[in-house]
């Protein structure tokens, strides 16, 4: 268990081992997108692989080159031209595809939408003439803050038709996080709504949009979508409903082409200090990798019925709901509100409703689900799926497990897939059909990709953890961070030489496979041994009491930092000193002395971004009784005020 020699303060030690392994059966095999052969084809010629994917997508002009690559520049399909939107629906509507469901949307209160491809090209291209009306052209931002409606991809896709640049912002999102992100973009045009639902509630966006269009001079006009009977103040001159313009709207609009390095979207993500960065993607790269990772990694097919559950205003939405999905020409549901709307089985509900075949979530939503109780799903028919995913953290396999049994009916290949607002698209995953599974483990690198475990100095590791690095450029790769390059090359390429660091740590086995152990600032430094958070975590959440844990460290005077555990017990447990020591127990059976927390504290719940992911960051500053940092991105503040409680009455 002790890291090697000589690379001691490099690398993480791994504690985890987990044998189980999960084989594809033949029967999904046989129909599977993805061959065993994609790995050789793409390792031949990496770039040759990609151009090959990007000539099954529609351009008004092929690329001269495939890729041009001086670190940390890339440029994908060099002198290429296209419009994303022609992949996305023009070349449905003339293939077939014209009356095939391209959304079914369900809102919380209940009402139903079905937008048909042919019905999504109208409505985009009456609102890229709009936005034309407005003065928006080439280039410029466009700010969308919109609620899970069918209209947040129509404004997307009409920004892309014309080759503006479209920043969507998270309707959860504070009227200051709206305003920072604005006056960043020099957004001209925001597209907001009266409001949305979220759990019965009314979330007031135009409302919210108004504080922060006070101090954003750059935005000349607003268009409302006009979600429900919600009061607003509208301001004469600047604002307009949606439904006034799309009327007087001409239901044609050429899309204009791009470059293909052209900027498709800025999209920003919360670091762990500082301001949001704006992460920049392009045109033809881009879609290039959330089309290919679409087919391959989700399988879809003509008949899918495919569902992610993210928000739009997260990378997951942009990825695998508007641009990879819809350039496969594929069936998708779209749900406006929260999974345990009116009760529990929402989802459950939804996937028998509309026959969903293909399921991607977050490891937050299945630790969500088996608190609750697995006859939730029972209720209900869920036998349309045939494959799963998950996304956004590492997942522990306990949760893994569960998703397999009790979603998946033990038949359905889970996928769990690795990758940031940063890459654009899924880089390490396993392939349905391909691929055996490891609960727990992303497996491999996609085709194409080349991924390594590095030690600080750049050394490889080829057994053990270290950092997680990308050592070959690929297409959906960020392109810079929006004004700020400096930062960009400090963020991503200062580590090691021409090669991209994510910032997480990772192990990889004796079958090569990568197993992600979260954020490398996670990583605690306890008596000389580097430990992932995630290991004791995950240790923590086998024992039968706990639901969710999350482990921090603090300084300690002997041993440097010592860990702390948050937990979230479940079912008819109570919190006391018998199960704490239980627990402290557990771990040190599980995965030795070491990782043995010193505290355990409990947590009915746990501080979350608003994606999901569990913020350490601030547990840490509880436990050290800091002054807590920056809540801004905090789902429910209240959480932390509750579990600061629980700790000072300790
Ligand atoms: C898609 C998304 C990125 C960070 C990333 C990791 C963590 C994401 C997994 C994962 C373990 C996974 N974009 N992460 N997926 N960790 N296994 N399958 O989440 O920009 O919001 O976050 O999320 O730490 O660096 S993101």
Redesign the pocket.
Known sequence: MLSKKGTKAATIDTLLTEKRKFKPSSSFARQANAKKSIYTTAKKDYVKFWENLASELVWKKKWKKGLTWKAPDAKWFVGGKLNVTESCLDRHIEEGRKNQAAFIWEGEPGDRRTLTYYELYKQVCKFANVLKSLGIRKGDRVAIYLPMIPELVISMLACARIGAIHSVVFGGFSPESLRDRILDLEAKLLITADGGYRRGQIIPLKHDADVALNECPSVTDVIIIKRGDFLLRFKEGRDHWYHRMMQEADAHCPPVSVDSEHPLFILY?SGTTGKPKGIMHTTGGYLTGVYATTKYVFDVKGDDVFWCTADIG???GHSYIVYGPMAMGVTQVMYEGAPDWPDKDRFWQIVEDYGVSVFYTAPTAIRAFMKWGEQFPRKHDLSTLRLLG??????NPEAWMWYYEHIGNKKCPIV???????TGHILITPLPGVTATKPGS?TRPFPGIEAKILDEQGREIKEGGGYLAITKPWPGMLRGIWGDRKRFIETYWSKWDGIYF???GAKIDKDKYFW?L??VDDVINTAGHRISTMEVESALVEHNAVVEAAVVGIPHELKGQCLVAFVTLGGETTFDDIISRQLRDFVARKIGAIARPERIINAPELPKTR?G?IMRRLLRDIATGKLLGDTTTLADPDVLARIQRRYEED
């Open positions: 993500t997260w990378i997951t998950t996304v956004g953290e590492p997942i769990d897939t690795w990758w940031q607002t940063e992303a994510p910032g997480d992600i979260g954020r994606s992911k």
